[in-house]
């Protein structure tokens, strides 16, 4: 009877999260589902974590807005949680603090500000334009967008792919 009881709330449990999750891509969905993420291009962008006063820390890659990748890290934008302005930028450089970086740091702070709005906590889209969107958490990918047919039978060779609406899949 304990191991009855036992595999029906583990039971409930997995339902109650695939649920959530469902609810989610729905929920992404009806509101991004034909979104422009063209600015975003050559962009990985997540959230990892909170400062002191819980405002959120977002970390970027976008080598097409850094004239000279050779010798930096990841863009550091610190957004107010209420209104999402900025309040601290900086680069976690690699090798010396005092490089200055040529780079269009207003449009990497926009393009953090413009993802802040889809409440997720992490999108990457590549050079082709395929978009890879993550709702529980930034290493559970939830779908994708594919750029093109092209490119869905590219990654189709790696993964299998389930059609979840119009050009957005999950993996199977």
């Not at 959230?47 to 976008?62: H, Q, S, T, W, Y």
């Not at 994708?144 to 999950?170: G, P």
Request: glycine content about 2%; hydrophobic content about 40%; aromatic content about 10%.
């Amino acid at each position: 009877m304990k191991i009855f009881r036992k595999a029906t709330a583990i039971s409930i449990v997995i339902l109650l999260l695939s649920s959530c999750a469902i609810h989610y891509e729905r929920a992404f969905l009806i509101k991004y589902e034909f979104e422009d993420f063209s600015q975003f291009n050559n962009t990985h962008i997540f959230i990892r974590g909170v400062d002191n006063e819980r405002n959120p820390i977002i970390l970027m890659n976008a080598p097409d807005l850094v004239n000279d990748t050779s010798r930096i890290g990841l863009y550091v934008v610190v957004l107010d949680e209420k209104d999402n302005n900025i309040i601290r930028t900086n680069w976690t450089l690699k090798r010396d603090s005092t490089i200055i970086v040529d780079a269009d740091t207003l449009q990497l702070q926009q393009l953090a500000q413009r993802f802040m709005q889809y409440e997720i906590p992490r999108l990457d889209v590549d050079e082709q334009g395929n978009v890879f969107v993550y709702l529980a958490d930034v290493e559970t990918l939830a779908m994708v967008r594919f750029a093109n047919e092209n490119e869905l039978q590219k990654r189709s060779k790696e993964t299998k792919w389930k059609n979840i609406k119009s050009n957005w899949y999950k993996s199977k």
